[in-house]
């Protein structure tokens, strides 16, 4: 097995599908379309050559009474539709997408950290991971957050440009001037026949 993992980063209905909570409360989902059909060829690729697939799953917890909690002070106030409604366990809109559902492990993430209170660092550290491939929506969001953090924990990190999207181009290609600072940003063309030539040496 790759000591190399593939991380898909929130592309569930609610946030990335056009009927998701996301896209009915103004926030387009356009820019997912774009990327998509590249995202299923890596997920092909990586299968065919044993990398490890981990998709994140933004979570929102409900109490007993069927209310959110632990939204924090941010999401209350940039995403406030979530309070009553989007992305709770079970649902249609916290499922990944259909075209992505064949991944190998899944991980719920209750911040903007893929990292913080999640298990993810437990099946880098057990499946040997050194390298990360990222991939998501939004680039300024969850990509750029993970990378930071993956970068402080020492991971080589690979931030595939045409596997990324923002709500709009002049987000997503600030975000990639950023990631490009602590990560290599590059696209899947690019890193599939460089990890090609590295397997073959």
Same mark, same amino acid.
């Given at each position: 097995?790759?000591? @190399?993992? &593939?991380? $898909? =980063?929130?592309?569930? *209905? ?5 009927? +998701?909570?996301?896209? %009915? ?30 998709? @994140?799953? &933004?979570? $929102? =917890?409900?109490?007993? *009474? ?5 939204? +924090?002070?941010?999401? %209350? ?125």
């Amino acid at each position: 097995m790759s000591n @190399t993992a &593939f991380i $898909i =980063l929130d592309l569930q *209905n609610d946030i990335s599908h056009k009927d +998701g909570i996301y896209n %009915k409360n103004g926030l387009d989902v356009t820019n997912v379309s774009k990327i998509l059909p590249n995202i299923v060829d890596m997920v092909f690729f990586c299968k065919e050559h044993s990398i490890p697939i981990i998709a @994140t799953q &933004f979570t $929102i =917890l409900e109490n007993l *009474n069927k209310e959110a909690v632990g939204l +924090g002070n941010f999401l %209350k106030k940039s995403r406030p539709f979530l309070e009553k409604e989007g992305l709770r366990l079970g649902s249609w809109g916290h499922d990944l997408l259909d075209e992505i559902k064949n991944v190998n492990y899944l991980i719920k993430r209750w911040s903007f950290s893929a990292f913080y209170h999640t298990e993810l660092s437990r099946h880098l550290k057990a499946l040997r991971i050194n390298e990360l491939i990222l991939a998501g929506f939004t680039t300024n969001g969850i990509v750029e957050t993970t990378a930071r953090e993956a970068a402080s924990r020492n991971y080589k990190i690979f931030t595939l440009s045409d596997l990324t999207a923002s709500y709009s181009e002049e987000l997503h290609f600030a975000s990639l001037n950023n990631l490009n600072s602590f990560s290599e940003v590059i696209s899947s063309k690019t890193w599939k026949e460089n990890f090609i030539e590295r397997q073959g040496k």
